[in-house]
């Protein structure tokens, strides 16, 4: 093979390379963007970084006093209504079980992870049975 087609192949490897890399930078700023999102809030002395654009945070409502069971529509309440509709809620022994009617999307699930765990839940992963869950009592 001589130089020229050394190089014309490598070029042509390149044309293939390019549009997936930039659907991975894609990628990796929406990743970037949710994770922003969700990160703890920073202390007082680290300064916060600006994107110049935030979506707005759900609101969090704040817990009751300890000893108080929460239901269903407590916890339904800590939604935002177009997120609320994107969820199931069941009610089980000692918490709230919430399940995805449909694919969430990573901005969805970072803002329902988000209030998840304002509320003192978690997230179960668990294959097609995945799950949040919120306990029933207030700690």
């Not at 990628?27 to 963007?33: F, T, Y």
């Not at 969820?87 to 709230?96: A, G, Q």
Request: glycine residues 6%; proline residues 11%.
């Amino acid at each position: 093979m001589s130089e020229k087609q050394n190089v014309e192949e490598i070029l042509r490897r390149l044309d293939e390379v390019l549009p997936v890399l930039k659907s991975v930078l894609s990628d990796l700023q929406e990743i970037s963007k949710s994770l922003r999102f969700v990160a703890p809030a920073p202390t007082p002395s680290t300064p916060v970084p600006q994107p110049s654009t935030t979506p707005e945070a759900p609101k969090i409502p704040v817990p009751a006093p300890a000893g108080r069971r929460r239901g269903v529509q407590d916890v339904r309440m800590m939604f935002p209504q177009e997120l609320e509709d994107l969820l199931n809620f069941t009610e089980k022994d000692d918490f709230i079980m919430i399940k995805p009617r449909q694919y969430l999307g990573s901005e969805n699930f970072a803002k329902i992870a988000s209030i998840i765990r304002g509320a003192g839940g978690q997230y179960i992963s668990a294959g097609k049975d995945s799950h949040f869950r919120i306990p029933k009592q207030f700690e």
